[in-house]
């Protein structure tokens, strides 16, 4: 699987007729609205302290805490918050890893996640468990079983924490959420794999199915939901009852999608995407952003449409991914310093449990950055080559600041929701024609 080096390579002499454009720094525009970090203990605990949550918990319980696997900001002040207040009435939290068959669906990979963000024992002052094992709870009413984690299975009561958006890959009332981290977190591979069954384009339906089973026979106390604007703060945590959950995830779902990033720019030629990774999304990149969508499942929701990229190219992977490509393959165009960190044995487990294998197929790759963006360039249909609409991002995540080529400039500056902070400028390649 190796491609020519040489300088005088038959992809290189066919990536170099290709000029790329000068591009130009944008700032984009979304809601500020957020919580500084020093806020957001108290505010946990202002939403735990309703009476229809603080009833639930009495002295001398165990309370199982879940904690996942995306890279939700402020998780560890989040969740040390509330093992905070779940000390304060008397009871016994422990925190364990709720996140289906991610970290290569092992309990040491779980803990390194957790490790990750700064989610241990020492920094949050309880006992964290970790098991693959899980207890059978029931079938759906169309006959699919239901697991839950062993751990939070034999706890007195469960506390669900997780971020409230859209998912990635399928529509519905609930889609990642408290629902989700119920179903597919606690379930650890087992469950994640059984609900995956039915395929996305049924998981809207099916997953509250699922849920039914759980939430009727499991103590859940609470479920704190969190939402982050734009700019990856977080600027809402809602803390609920069982029954509030089934009731205000769907609200809260149609807030989160309000408050989403999005690229302004609706129609491009090339999407360059600097880095893919599970911190960023369960898709490596959210493809309500990107619009690199892998799963029949997916349907428009209400929240504004992704971005239209004849091609897409990523060129690196996030180091908190631990080398899990998961949506790579999504994407046209790669880099080989990419293949080269791919984890296989991080990232195939959590494909094979979701069945879409496609997202981790390996696109056709370069040497270098200059030639994986300028081979997405040549292979685009029908489009003005000399002026090429190209957008880059740093990850799907962080959209405050992108770089659009210069075509689209008349396009920036008549969007009142994006500004441009500079003038158009060359790539900024090395001698080895990469971006850093």
């Known amino acids: 699987m190796a491609l020519e080096s040489s300088k005088n390579s038959v992809v290189e002499q066919l990536c170099d007729t290709i000029t790329l454009p000068k591009m130009i720094r944008v700032r984009q525009i979304f809601d500020q609205t957020h919580m500084e970090p020093a806020e957001i203990p108290a505010a946990v605990a202002a939403q735990l302290e309703r009476d229809a949550i603080k009833r639930n918990i009495k002295p001398g319980m165990s309370i199982a805490i879940t904690c996942g ?13 509330i093992v905070d207040f779940v000390k304060a009435q008397g009871a016994e939290p422990f925190i364990f890893p709720a996140m289906g068959s991610h970290g ?46 062993r751990y939070a299975h034999e706890a007195d009561g469960v506390i669900l924490c997780g971020r409230i958006k859209a998912h990635t890959s399928f529509r519905g009332a609930y889609e990642s959420g408290l629902m989700k981290m119920a179903v597919i977190g606690m ?87 600097d880095r893919l990774g599970k911190n960023i999304s369960g898709d490596g990149m959210d493809p309500n952003v990107t619009g690199t969508f892998g799963s029949p499942g997916r349907t428009k929701g209400q929240e504004p449409g992704p971005i239209q990229a004849q091609r897409t190219v990523v060129l690196d992977l996030t180091d908190e991914t631990h080398g899990n490509m998961n949506g790579l393959g999504a994407a046209d165009v790669t880099t080989k310093r990419l293949v080269d ?39 685009c249909n029908m489009i003005d080559k000399e002026h090429p609409r190209i957008v880059r991002i740093e990850n799907s995540l962080a959209l405050e600041h992108i770089w659009v080529s210069e075509a689209l400039a008349d396009e920036v500056r008549q969007n009142p929701h994006m500004e441009l902070e500079g003038e158009p400028e060359p790539w900024s390649f090395d001698e080895e024609g990469n971006l850093w």
């Open 69 to 81: 696997s995306r890279g939700i900001s402020n998780i560890a002040i989040i969740i040390k918050a």
């Open 104 to 149: 290569g669906a092992t309990a040491q990979g779980q803990l390194d996640i957790l490790k990750s963000y700064h989610v241990t024992e020492e920094t949050m002052g309880c006992p964290i468990r970790a098991t693959m094992e899980t207890v059978y709870l029931g079938d759906t009413v169309e006959g699919s079983p239901v697991y839950q984690d």
């Open 187 to 273: 379930g650890k591979q087992h469950g994640a794999e059984s609900v995956h069954e039915s395929g996305f384009q049924n998981m809207g339906r099916v997953m509250p199915q699922f849920a039914r089973v759980i939430f009727d026979n499991t103590n859940i106390v609470a479920g704190v939901g969190i939402l982050e604007n734009a700019y990856e703060q977080t600027c809402k945590i809602a803390a609920l009852d069982a029954g509030e959950i089934w009731e205000q995830e769907p609200l809260l779902l149609r807030e989160a999608n309000e408050r989403m990033g999005r690229l302004w720019i609706e129609k491009a030629d090339v999407l360059v995407v």
């Open 341 to 379: 960190k791919i984890d296989v044995d991080t990232t195939y487990p959590n494909a094979v449990t979701s069945t879409l294998v496609n997202l981790v197929k390996i696109p056709i790759f370069t040497h270098s950055d200059a030639h994986a963006i300028q081979l997405a360039l040549r292979i």
